[in-house]
Nanobody, 121 residues
Framework: QVQLVESGGGLVQAGGSLRLSCAAS????????MAWFRQAPGKEREFVAT????????YYADSVKGRFTISRDNAKNTVYLQLNNLKPADTAVYYC??????????????WGQGTQVTVSS
């Protein structure tokens, strides 16, 4: 069992930066790959980034590659998403997920409640 709580969302101007955090409960945090997904109103939830159990492997959606960075601190049971050079198209609710890894959301068993990111033009 893993419980996830996101934080760090907010309103920023285009070109700005934001850092999202996802705090996980449980002693088995390091057993899970972690990922970030996002969902805009009226759209499907889409993959953003994922990181392996040890933090060595990462993978990003093309739309965020070079702008976003996923990282994790297993000692703190926390995964992060650094969002740089934000664009209005990045506006969405961002969700943290824990599971077996990869870019398919079906591989993730645990989800946070989400945190809103709004980017103004």
């Amino acid at each position: 069992q893993v419980q996830l709580v996101e934080s760090g969302g907010g309103l920023v101007q285009a070109g700005g930066s934001l850092r999202l955090s996802c705090a996980a409960s449980g002693r088995t945090f390091s057993s899970f790959a972690m990922a970030w997904f996002r969902q805009a109103p009226g759209k499907e939830r889409e993959f953003v980034a994922t990181i392996g159990r040890s933090g060595v492997r990462t993978y990003y959606a093309d739309s965020v590659k070079g702008r976003f960075t996923i990282s994790r601190d297993n000692a703190k049971n926390t995964v992060y998403l650094q969002l740089n050079n934000l664009k209005p198209a990045d506006t969405a609710v961002y969700y943290c997920a824990a599971g077996l890894g990869g870019s398919s959301y079906s591989a993730y068993n645990y989800w946070g409640q989400g945190t809103q990111v709004t980017v103004s033009s």
